[in-house]
């Protein structure tokens, strides 16, 4: 069974960085895509970055893309999400997600299987 642990979260004012880990247990992540999503009060779960299990292809929404950047870290089995410049409609729970297959590169929360169980980041002043 894949555990995903997210850390990383908090509160922070507008326009600062964060950085985001996710950690995976019960499986070597390294030959499998992996996700990032977000769900705001009231909102439906949403895309916000995905990697290749290569790393060497990423994808992002049009809401954070040159803001964010999704890495990975296929030795410590884990995967980050930057976060720069952060906006107050950036405030969500962010999930780490894994598919249960292997696949190149996909942006459709569908496609996971497991995920973790969020870390809040809020964006105030």
């Known amino acids: 069974q894949v555990q995903l642990v997210e850390s990383g979260g908090g509160l922070v004012q507008p326009g600062v960085s964060l950085r985001l880990s996710c950690v995976a247990s019960?499986?070597?992540?390294?030959?499998?895509?992996m996700g990032w999503f977000r769900q705001a009060p009231g909102k439906e779960r949403e895309f916000v970055a995905a990697?290749?299990?290569?790393?060497?292809?990423?994808s992002y929404s049009d809401s954070v893309k040159g803001r964010f950047t999704i890495s990975r870290d296929n030795a410590k089995n884990t995967v980050y999400l930057q976060m720069n410049s952060l906006k107050p409609e950036d405030t969500a729970v962010y999930y780490c997600?894994?598919?249960?297959?292997?696949?190149?590169?996909?942006?459709?929360?569908?496609?996971?299987?497991?995920w973790g169980q969020g870390t809040q980041v809020t964006v105030s002043s």
């Open positions: 990697i290749s299990w290569t790393g060497s292809t990423t």
């Open positions: 997600a894994a598919p249960d297959r292997r696949f190149y590169l996909d942006l459709r929360r569908a496609q996971y299987d497991y």
């Open positions: 019960g499986r070597t992540l390294g030959s499998y895509a």
